[in-house]
């Protein structure tokens, strides 16, 4: 299935959030997740299934001000 | 000591992470400002390159504490939801809430802020809002839970400095208690200086810094600075007058007509 990841779209096996990740590449990684806009804490991303289109934005720590 | 919540600091001045020459100015000017907390946020970041994974780690070696922004959100659902993710990547409830209502001057959406400040304060958040000299925004925000204030000197990067310096000084005046942090808009040392004099109780610094010609060098000037405005304050500064006042003594004077 085709979801959107950080704005591009990806084509993924996937069933959920944290097979997602590990296959996109994040596996071990200080990340943060949002799905469809709203948070999935780290704790409930295998829970979290994936559906077609849905939006994921994978998000790290950044230089900020 | 300054306290923020409860967490007691000694250094007064912050700085921001973002806009340095390199990952190894940033660590040089972090240590040379002496400042315990360091601005931090979170950005997407693409599973090839990780680069957030390195700036963590070279934050995480500094051993100071982490502010994470809510840099770029301009609603409070985005502000909610960016905060709620930074505190499960950086393990704090430390909160920089911004919520930008215009983008020309990144003027705070104080509506959308004290919002956002109420959700967070009520999911145990301890937020740190970015916001302007307002006093009644202000007053709103201490009652949605706020413990800190970080009232705008001058637009985010724009080096002006205190722009309304009466408004900032009625703010300090109203709310004597309220740790009150200047974020944004200082341009040079003498600014913090200032801010420090008028009785704030630190300045967050980043522009300044990271865009000098040499930002190590700069973020120790800055250090002296913000040392030397909080013992001006405490010496008691003289108010300014219109005319002048001998300061030699008058009696005494020989007459030599």
């Known amino acids: 299935m085709k979801i959107l990841v950080n704005g591009a779209w990806r084509e993924t096996g996937a069933a959920d959030l944290a097979a997602a990740l590990e296959e996109l590449g994040y596996g071990g990684s200080t990340v943060a997740t949002a799905l469809n806009g709203e948070f999935v804490p780290a704790n409930l991303r295998a829970a979290a299934a994936l559906a077609e289109d849905d939006r994921l934005e994978v998000l790290a720590p950044m230089q900020g001000g | ?257």
Not at chain 2, 37 to 48: A, D, H, Q
Not at chain 2, 176 to 202: R, W
């Open chain 2, 1 to 257: 000591m300054l306290k923020v919540y409860d967490t007691e600091l000694r250094s007064r001045l912050m700085l921001g992470t973002s806009r340095y020459p390199s990952p190894a100015v940033l660590a040089e000017a972090v240590r040379a400002s002496r400042a315990e907390v360091v601005t931090v946020s979170l950005r997407r970041e693409s599973g090839g390159e990780r680069a957030g994974q390195g700036f963590w780690s070279l934050v995480r070696d500094l051993g100071v504490r982490v502010l994470p922004n809510t840099a770029g959100c301009h609603s409070v659902k985005e502000a909610v939801t960016t905060a709620r993710m930074a505190r499960e990547v950086f393990g704090t409830s430390w909160i920089k809430l911004e919520v930008i209502g215009e983008d020309d001057t990144l003027h705070p959406d104080v509506f959308g802020l004290m919002e956002a400040a109420r959700i967070l304060c009520g999911e145990g958040f301890q937020v740190f809002p970015y916001t302007t000299e307002d006093l009644v925004a202000a007053d709103k925000l201490l009652a949605a839970g706020c413990r800190v204030l970080m009232p705008w000197g001058a637009p985010i990067g724009s080096g002006r400095g205190l722009n309304n310096l009466f408004g900032l000084k009625a703010l300090r005046a109203h709310f004597p208690d309220v740790p009150l942090v200047i974020d944004a808009g200082i341009g040079v040392p003498s600014h913090a200086t200032q801010a420090m004099e008028l009785g704030f109780d630190a300045v967050l610094i980043n522009t300044a810094v990271a865009n000098a010609a040499d930002p190590v060098r700069m973020a120790e000037a800055f250090a002296q600075a913000v040392e030397a405005g909080v013992a001006a304050r405490q010496a008691g500064p003289i108010e300014p007058r219109d005319l002048a006042v001998p300061s030699t003594p008058v009696i005494g004077t020989a007459i030599l007509r």
